[in-house]
């Protein structure tokens, strides 16, 4: 008995003195913990993935988008373009160079014959914006809304899928 009790006190010396006993966490919590996040990692696999919502038609939807976002038309870059912006007195102004998505190469063609007329319309709504109106991203997609729709007014055969920004500098 003495020799236990020694082996005891040498043992609290050797750990530092008097530990509070480790407290044992019970085994039902543990399971219900690994319960629950099983039920929630099943949860967002099921939401992710839209099997509550008609899976096959997501997907294909999903799929047809991808496939269009992928297929680019050709290119077409127009000039750099300067202008001053409204409310600057001359002292804010743009640099933006502008590149047009066409829907084919036969708009190419057309572009060519009025590219004047496109290029006069992007120069006067580009200068009639405030440097306030085209410093928010908001402000940058609005205005690239409104290329692309003047844009279609003129074109009869084809069309302009997207309009982008290559360069964009407000001063």
Not at 71 to 100: H, Q, S
Not at 123 to 141: Q, V
Not at 156 to 170: A, S
Request: proline residues 3%.
């Amino acid at each position: 008995m003495a020799d236990e009790e020694k082996e005891d006190l040498e043992e609290k010396e050797e750990t530092g003195g008097d530990e509070a006993p480790r407290k044992k966490v019970p085994i039902n919590l543990i399971i219900i913990l690994i319960l629950v996040l099983c039920l929630l990692g099943g949860g967002v696999y099921v939401w992710k993935s839209g099997l509550l919502s008609g899976g096959d038609s997501n997907e294909a939807s999903l799929e047809e988008q991808d496939a269009e976002h992928q297929e680019v038309g050709p290119i077409y870059p127009l000039d750099t373009f300067i202008v001053n912006l409204v409310g600057g007195r001359g002292k804010n102004y743009l640099k933006a160079k502008v590149e047009l998505e066409l829907d084919s190469d036969k708009t190419i063609a057309e572009i060519d014959k009025r590219l004047p007329k496109i290029k006069d319309a992007i120069l006067t709504m580009m200068s009639s914006k405030s440097n306030e109106e085209i410093s928010s991203l908001e402000g940058k997609f609005q205005l690239r809304a409104e290329i692309m729709s003047a844009l279609n007014q003129f074109l009869q055969t084809g069309k302009v899928k997207n309009v982008y920004f290559t360069d964009f500098i407000v001063q």
